[in-house]
């Protein structure tokens, strides 16, 4: 088991650097770092690859926010003010999904750069992506799992019992797709084919992690669609 813990914030001698928020702009950063050797590697146009990230980095932050504001609404109904306050909560992954893929998509279609082409040179990235900012996930327990049947020693102790840590589950399920996928690229020639060999694993291991998602604590369990 592992025993309970918590790290909302890395000390650095008098600095404070807040994990959540610190870990999902490392993963950008990993994003951008990634992306980029694989569009020189590749020969693509890097002006236009970089045009596309940083549209699919704003889409992400944006449909991330509004999304958070929707599905809370009443709220930030009652909270106008709180809109802008970014600290308060209020973000989803499928908002900011949503807005980046329509940016990035509009821009590939207007410079004429293959969707396709782009989404290959981008999928590794996208996993190393979702590994690093689970990172942050894992140390707040943002998605802190069911009470597990037995003391398992990847169990977390958390308000007095062992638990699921699907944070952890979702890190080490995308860096192994990211291993995947990069060890890959330069096999598949097939146009494609990389991004849908990612979207098959990354739906794979989401639809088993949530089975192990606590579904009745506070502050910790997301609503879940079908």
């Known amino acids: 088991m592992i025993p309970a813990y918590s790290f909302p914030a890395i000390e650095i001698g008098s600095l404070s650097l807040p994990t959540y928020p610190l870990a999902h702009s490392l993963a950008y950063v990993a994003v951008g770092i990634i992306v980029l050797i694989e ?4 020969g693509a146009d890097i002006k236009t690859v970089y045009n596309t990230l940083l549209l699919g980095f704003i889409g992400a932050i944006v449909g991330a926010r ?3 504001v929707i599905t809370d609404f ?7 003010s709180q809109v802008i306050n970014l600290g ?7 908002g900011g999904f949503i807005l980046s893929m329509i940016l990035m998509v509009g821009y590939l279609r207007k410079v004429r750069f293959s969707i396709l082409a782009f989404f290959d040179l981008a999928v590794a990235g996208l996993a190393a992506r979702f590994a690093v ?9 943002d998605h802190i799992g069911k009470e597990m049947v037995g003391n398992w020693p990847w169990g977390v102790e958390y308000d007095g019992a062992v638990r699921h840590e699907t944070g952890l589950y979702s890190l080490f399920a995308n860096a192994f797709i990211f291993i995947i996928l990069w060890t890959m690229r330069k096999r598949m020639k097939t146009r494609g084919m990389l991004f849908v060999t990612y979207l098959f694993l990354y739906s794979i291991s989401v639809f088993m992690i949530r089975f192990f998602r606590a579904e009745y604590l506070p502050f910790v369990s997301n609503e879940r669609y079908y």
């Not at 009443?74 to 106008?80: G, K, L, M, V």
């Not at 909560?89 to 499928?94: L, V, Y």
């Open 74 to 80: 009443d709220y930030f109904i009652a909270n106008p």
């Open 66 to 68: 509004i999304g958070g």
């Open 39 to 42: 569009a020189k590697r590749r």
């Open 133 to 141: 900012s689970r990172f942050g996930c894992a140390a707040v327990h």
């Open 88 to 94: 308060s909560g209020g973000w989803t992954e499928s």
